[in-house]
Nanobody
Framework: QVQLVESGGGLVQPGGSLRLSCAAS????????MGWYRQAPGKQREPVAT???????NYADSVKGRFSISRDNAKNTVFLQMNSLKPEDTAVYYC????????????WGQGTQVTVSS
């Protein structure tokens, strides 16, 4: 069974930075794409960034230039470096695992809260 464990969320001031981590374990080997989604209160869950095993990335327009996704294949870990954070970035962030970037993820982590506030 696949398990995804996120860490790194918390409270940060506008303009600050956070680095999220997600470690995968179990039978994850068939899945090529790791990514991050987020869901704010009253809103739909939306993709933030994805990365393939080979390093190809995709970003939501709202985070381009501010967020950076990376992956350590040896450690089965994906990271999300979040800079210049805005209150609009406040959400629960979910790590995900899937087959291809154009398809919905197959597995989700438990989520980690990111709150951007003064």
């Amino acid at each position: 069974q696949v398990q995804l464990v996120e860490s790194g969320g918390g409270l940060v001031q506008p303009g600050g930075s956070l680095r999220l981590s997600c470690a995968a374990s179990g039978s994850w080997f068939s899945f090529n794409v790791m990514g991050w989604y987020r869901q704010a209160p009253g809103k739909q869950r939306e993709p933030v960034a994805t990365i393939t095993r080979g390093g190809s990335t995709n970003y939501a327009d709202s985070v381009k230039g501010r967020f950076s996704i990376s992956r350590d294949n040896a450690k089965n870990t994906v990271f999300l470096q979040m800079n210049s954070l805005k209150p609009e970035d406040t959400a629960v962030y979910y790590c995900s695992l899937g087959l291809v970037p154009t398809s919905p993820p197959r597995y989700w982590g438990q989520g980690t809260q990111v709150t951007v506030s003064s």
